[in-house]
């Protein structure tokens, strides 16, 4: 479990493609390595990621085909930065909201927004999804925590990006045409789910 609060951007190092496998290593710093250890989860780009081994500061990790094929991962190339975020502990304070690192998907940015400090991102995702994209809801972008803008329930919502995202993480560099990782917040899948599970079965008895 993560809370959507990126710790920084770190830098791919290594890469070795397998059929249906990734091996890579990220860079980190001596802070975020502290008490690190091999089986421990850390999101990179928002996604959920097992500690394969630890070489100094620079950590391995390997993507199988499910994830390269829900992730952005499968385009990580030596020198790509990433945003990275260890996983949370009892006692952490939260601050983002409960990020599982478990992507439902990608989006595609569609429209970059800057006027002054102000960064918005419009971001495409499948309209089937947009049921639980709420306006002013929870949405995770490369694993950071973020607010629902605007919404088209034709596909698509906006984020606004505040100068310490932009500054702990790639979002505000992001360019029309690029995919991002999407974790739509799972409390909001189930209060949707739920309520149209219990709408379905009192229309088929009836008793709506």
Known sequence: MFTGITRGTFRVTNVEREPAL???????????????????????????????????????????????????????????????????????ELGGHEVAGHVTGTGVVREVRKQGHDVGLRIEIPASHMKYV??????????SSLTVGDTDPVGFF??????ETLRLTNLGNKRPGERVNVELDARTVAIVDTVERVLAERAREGTL
């Open 158 to 163: 906006e984020v606004h990006l505040v100068p």
């Open 22 to 92: 990734l091996r890579y290593a990220v860079e980190l710093d001596a802070k975020l390595v502290a008490g690190l250890e091999p089986g421990a989860s850390v999101a990179i780009d928002g996604v959920c990621q097992t500690v394969v081994a630890i070489r100094g500061i620079e950590v391995w990790f390997d993507a199988i085909r499910e994830t390269l094929e829900k992730t952005t991962l499968d385009v990580l190339q030596p020198g790509t930065l990433v945003s990275v975020e260890r996983s949370y502990r009892i006692g952490d």
């Open 134 to 143: 709420l306006k002013k809801g929870f949405i995770a972008v490369d694993g």
